[in-house]
Nanobody
Framework: QVHFVESGGGSVQPGGSLRLSCEAS????????MGWYRQAPGNELELVAT???????NYANSVKGRYTISRDNPKKTVYLQMNSLKPDDTAVYYC?????????WGQGTQVTVSS
């Protein structure tokens, strides 16, 4: 059975930092492209960042230079380091793993940026 467990969300002031983690089980983690998506209230789900099996990252323009995605294959974990957070970054963040037609999601973790 596949499980993605996210952690690290919370509340932070503008300019602050958070680090999200997503630990996977039930998959051959190193075979999967991993990613983070987010959904703010009233908005559609949007891509934040992905990292492929070779470790190459891809970022949404809105987070470039502020966020860093990384992966630790032995730990089956993908991370999202978020710096210089803005109120517009407030959303539920979801971990995603994709391989061909297989597409798995975590339960989401809330990130709130507010003064």
């Amino acid at each position: 059975q596949v499980h993605f467990v996210e952690s690290g969300g919370g509340s932070v002031q503008p300019g602050g930092s958070l680090r999200l983690s997503c630990e996977a089980s039930g998959i051959i983690f190193s075979f999967y492209t991993m990613g983070w998506y987010r959904q703010a209230p009233g908005n559609e789900l949007e891509l934040v960042a992905t990292i492929n099996t070779s470790g190459s990252p891809n970022y949404a323009n809105s987070v470039k230079g502020r966020y860093t995605i990384s992966r630790d294959n032995p730990k089956k974990t993908v991370y999202l380091q978020m710096n210089s957070l803005k109120p517009d970054d407030t959303a539920v963040y979801y971990c995603n793993g994709r391989l061909g037609d297989s597409n798995y999601w975590g339960q989401g973790t809330q990130v709130t940026v507010s003064s």
